[in-house]
């Protein structure tokens, strides 16, 4: 059994283990939480180098992509640098594939429309794929990194603008204390109903889940949500609040859809391949092999129904 661990900067509160059989290989996924402790973080990462089979950083990002360009974390790199012998991803591979794909399963499936529909992408430089490709599918789209990143509210409205912001404040932020930026540990667990206009203004609220919950209002009545990384937990919240369709890019695995660092974990192994030599093309060809779909639930429905786009 190949074992892949996602250890995340998030809350333990999250943390989970599920077996999976994929293409006739036996996983278990696995995800650790540190509490926001980078200590751990990093002591977890080296006691596990060569253990496992891969290893996925949670939490946070290695770095970031911005017009062709590559930001690595300081503080990420400085706790990961003890890993010599197991593949180390963090999900971009997926962020760059399956995440662009979704928007056009979604578009063909009726789901949205994206001629039409208002998206909010919370974060448009950690979903850089998504983000490149709602600007070539012509959509009505806010940016929302200023908003959800610095707490200030400004939307960004193209991509060059967001390409543009990019480049000028990812230089400094790399070097930053991670969780000045993104919710890490227990903060993870709270919700502070925040700029609610433009959840208001989305029809289809896309991004990674902890920003999306940060700030989210009581009332998403009819909204549809486009991310990753859920609980049951989770799933519940957004039902109580109205949301309509709940789309996740990674499959439903035991209650919870797993982030796309394990997913790409998964997929690495697979290919038996590292992670550094395997191309956006490959991770579609392996999920065509998979017969992948987005995972679309109505959580209108009285009892939690799927279907695929």
Known sequence: MKHILSISLGSSRRDSVAEVEVLGQRFMLERRGTDGSLERFATFMNQNDGVVDCLCVGGTNLGLYCAGRYYPFREIAAATRGVKRTPLVDGSGLKNSLERETLHRLQAGGQVDFARDNVLLTCGID???????????????????????????????????????????????????????????????????????????????????????????????????????????????????????????????????????????????????????ITPNDYMELAQRLDWEPTIRDLTEATEGEVSS
Not at 148 to 171: D, K, S, Y
Not at 175 to 188: A, D, S, V
Not at 201 to 218: N, Q, V
């Open 127 to 277: 979903r850089f794929g998504m983000a490149e490709e709602l600007d070539k599918m012509g959509a009505n789209v806010v940016f929302g990194d200023v908003i959800f990143n610095l707490e200030i509210p400004i939307a960004i409205h193209t991509l060059r603008g967001l390409q543009r912001f990019g480049r000028t404040v990812l230089p400094f932020m790399v070097k930053i204390p991670f969780k000045w930026l993104y919710p890490t540990g227990e903060k993870q667990d709270l919700i502070t109903p925040k700029f609610g206009r433009w959840y208001e203004w989305a029809d289809l609220i896309a991004g990674d889940y902890h920003y999306i919950r940060r700030f989210m209002p009581d009332d998403l009545s009819g909204k549809s949500i486009l991310t990753n990384t859920t609980t049951e937990e989770d799933v519940e919240q957004l039902r109580e609040r109205g949301v309509k369709l709940l789309i996740t890019t990674t499959p439903v695995i035991e209650g919870r859809s797993f982030a796309t660092n394990v997913i790409e974990g998964m997929f690495v192994c697979l290919m038996d391949r590292k992670p550094e030599d």
